[in-house]
């Protein structure tokens, strides 16, 4: 079964510079990777997903993440954070793009210092 | 812009009382998804519709949880009885079809006392 860590619990970052999240997981074939944010009291959004092609992949609100199969990691980075990115993310791994069953990490709180 | 639909979004009750929760997929989403997230954790699928069959609840307490889309469209989550160590957050999720990005709810976050 397919795993996910997040080794960062919780991340303090200052307005306007750069963030990296970090993703390892877990699985014997290619996984299928997505990361969520959650914002205080609401569900989970998608901010991007990666199923194949290339590892360097962009998704909403200026986030990008870099699939790397030797390390077996898919961190998330954002070159200057804005406050309204404060909020915890969650890294997800599925076993194929049919597979419904999404195994998601414990989550990083990012909180976004002025 | 169509969102999943939850209610209540916060629910308190004692231990051995009965709750429901319920979801109320975006339009044409063929599946829908039960997650638990404990606090401090990701969320954990509970059980997944697809249209008024139930695909997998094999994380679901089945003793106690029970959950239903009867007409393949909104769906029910109840716990009977809520124990204490229930209290987390429920959150609803549908997508067009298996494997389709899923679109999560609010979430109804629950409290046993």
């Known amino acids: 079964a397919q795993s996910v860590t997040q080794p960062d619990i919780h991340i303090t970052v200052s307005e306007g510079a750069s963030l990296e999240l970090r993703c390892n997981y877990s699985?014997?074939?290619?996984?299928?990777l997505f990361w969520y944010v959650q914002s205080p009291g609401q569900g989970l959004q998608l901010l991007l997903k990666?199923?194949?092609?290339?590892?360097l992949v962009q998704g909403i609100k200026g986030f990008e993440a870099e699939f790397k199969r030797s390390q077996s990691s898919f961190n998330l980075r954002k070159p200057s954070v804005h406050w309204s990115d404060a909020a915890e993310y969650f890294c997800?791994?599925?076993?194929?793009?049919?597979?419904?069953?999404?195994?998601f990490g414990a989550g990083t709180t990012v909180t976004v210092r002025a | 812009e169509a969102e999943v639909a939850q209610s209540p979004r916060y629910k308190i009750t004692e231990k051995s009382q009965a709750v429901a929760f319920w979801c109320d997929p975006i339009?044409?989403?063929?599946?829908l998804y039960w997650y638990r997230q404990i606090l401090g954790q990701g969320p954990e699928l509970l059980v997944q519709?697809?249209?008024?069959?139930?695909?997998?609840d094999s994380q679901l307490p089945k003793d106690r949880f029970s959950a239903e889309r009867l007409k393949g469209v909104d769906s029910t989550l109840k716990i009977q009885p809520a124990e204490l160590g229930d209290s987390a957050m429920y959150l609803c999720?549908?997508?067009?079809?298996?494997?389709?990005?899923?679109?999560f709810g609010p979430g109804t976050r629950l409290t046993v006392l």
């Open positions: 999720a549908s997508s067009p079809g298996s494997g389709n990005e899923q679109f």
């Open positions: 699985y014997g074939a290619t996984p299928y």
């Open positions: 990666y199923f194949s092609g290339d590892t």
């Open positions: 997800a791994v599925g076993a194929e793009p049919n597979d419904y069953k999404l195994s």
């Open positions: 339009s044409g989403h063929a599946t």
């Open positions: 519709f697809q249209d008024e069959s139930v695909v997998d």
